[in-house]
C-alpha cells in the first residue's frame, strides 16, 4: 500500500532530541535537584551524538549556559523558552511524519493521559514554537488525542499499541476501534495495526503506553518488559503479555524474535509509598548510541547486557533515572527524537 506520508522508526537517523525541562514549581518541586541532574546526564549522553533541543519555562540563557558547561556541545544546543506544564516531552511533543522528501511535524491533542492532569500549556507547546520559529518543518494540528508514547513503529507499515491506551473512552470516545485504525493509518502511514490486551506496569498513569512494555528494536525484533519473580504483583499480566507476543507475526509474516527484560527491584514513591512503574523498556534510541533506565540494582547490568546483542553498532548506556520514576516516568517518556534526511 502507498502511503502520502510514512513515520520513521526510532531507529532512523535524527537531527536532534527534545526535552521539556523541569519546572522549580511543577511536580517536580519537591525532588528538583535531583531530576535536574537527571536531566543534565540526558542531555549530555545525546550530545554525544546529535542535536539537543531543551523547552524551559524561564531562564533559557542560564540553562544553556550551564549545559554547555556539562559538556553539551554548543554547536548542538538549542534552547527555547516556552510555557509549559510538565516534563513529558513524548506525549506533547510533535510527532514527526516524513511527507514526500519533506518532513510534518503533527500535533495531536494532548489531554494529560484522558484529562487525569492539566495539559494546556503542553498542548500548546508545538504551536508556539512554530511560532517562534523554532521548527524548519510545517506544523498541522490535528483533532485527536494522541501520545507518542503510544506508538511502536517497525518502518515497515506496522504499529505495535495497547488497547488500554488507544481505545480508553477519555481520549476519543466518539471514534470506535475501526475508526481509530483508519485514522493511525492514514496518518503515520501504516498497513496493520497490532494491539496488545495486557501489559501494564502499577503506577503507570498513562493507561498503558506502549513504550514502557514493548518496543521495536528493529523491523524483525522487540525487547518487552518481563517478569521472572512468580511472586511479583506483575507476573500474570506481563506473562500474559509475552503469550500475546509470540503469537504475533512480524511484516514478512514471520515471528518476532523476542527478548525479555528483568523487571528491577521494586522502587517506591518516597512520599507515599505507592509502587513505581520502574521497567528496562523505556529506553531511548540515538543514532549512536541506546540510553537505558537504570536504578542501581544488581539487574541493571543484566538489563544491559540482554540488549547490547540488540544493537551492535550503537553504545549501549545506563542512566540513572530514580530521581524520574518519582514522578512515574521515564526516560523515554521525557524524550522525543526529531529525524533527519538519510544521508544527513
Known amino acids: 500500500m502507498s502511503h502520502r506520508q510514512t513515520l520513521p522508526p526510532e531507529w532512523a537517523p ?10 522549580q514549581d511543577g511536580d517536580f518541586a519537591r525532588h528538583f535537584d535531583a531530576v535536574e541532574r537527571n536531566f543534565i546526564a540526558i542531555a549530555v549522553a545525546i550530545g554525544r551524538y546529535q542535536g539537543v533541543h531543551v523547552n524551559v519555562a524561564d531562564g533559557a540563557d542560564a540553562l544553556q549556559a550551564r549545559l554547555i ?5 554548543r554547536e548542538r544546543l538549542i534552547v527555547h523558552e516556552v510555557a509549559n506544564d510538565d516534563v513529558w516531552a513524548r506525549d506533547h511533543g510533535p510527532i514527526t511524519v516524513l511527507r514526500g522528501s519533506g518532513f510534518v511535524h503533527l500535533d495531536f491533542t494532548f489531554n494529560g493521559w484522558g484529562n487525569k492532569f492539566s495539559a494546556t500549556r503542553d498542548n500548546a507547546l508545538t504551536r508556539k514554537l ?18 507518542g508514547g503510544a506508538l511502536e ?3 515497515h507499515g506496522t504499529l505495535l499499541t495497547t488497547e488500554r491506551c488507544l481505545l480508553a473512552d477519555t481520549r476519543n470516545p466518539h471514534l470506535n476501534r475501526e475508526q481509530i485504525e483508519t485514522l493511525l493509518k492514514d496518518q ?7 494491539w496488545l490486551k495486557h501489559g501494564d506496569l502499577i503506577g ?27 511472586a511479583d504483583e506483575h507476573y ?3 506473562a500474559a503479555m509475552a503469550g500475546e507476543l509470540r503469537a ?7 515471528p518476532y524474535k523476542l527478548v525479555g527484560l528483568p523487571l528491577p527491584k521494586p522502587i517506591f514513591d518516597v512520599d507515599d509509598g505507592r509502587r513505581l512503574p520502574a521497567g528496562y523498556a523505556n529506553f531511548l534510541i540515538l543514532d549512536g548510541a541506546v540510553l537505558v533506565p537504570v536504578y542501581g540494582q544488581a539487574l541493571d547490568e543484566e538489563a544491559l547486557s540482554r540488549l547490547r546483542p540488540l544493537f551492535p553498532d550503537r553504545e549501549v548506556i545506563g542512566i540513572d533515572c530514580n530521581a524520574l520514576i518519582q514522578q512515574y516516568g521515564g526516560l523515554h517518556c521525557v524524550t522525543m527524537q526529531l529525524p533527519a534526511k538519510q544521508g544527513n
Open 14 to 23: 535524527q537531527a536532534a532530541v527534545m526535552l521539556t525541562w523541569p519546572r
Open 153 to 155: 513503529v517497525d518502518g
Open 236 to 238: 500474570a499480566d506481563l
Open 130 to 147: 512554530d511560532q517562534y520559529g523554532a521548527w524548519s518543518a510545517p506544523v498541522e494540528t490535528l483533532d485527536f488525542v494522541l501520545e
Open 188 to 194: 503515520l502511514g501504516l498497513d496493520r495495526v497490532l
Open 69 to 73: 558547561e556539562a559538556g553539551v556541545p
Open 248 to 254: 504475533l507475526r512480524d511484516w514478512q509474516g514471520k
Open 204 to 230: 503507570d498513569d498513562t493507561d498503558g503506553h506502549i513504550d514502557t512494555i514493548a518496543r521495536y528494536c528493529d523491523a524483525t525484533t522487540i525487547a518487552y518488559q518481563a517478569c521472572e519473580d512468580e
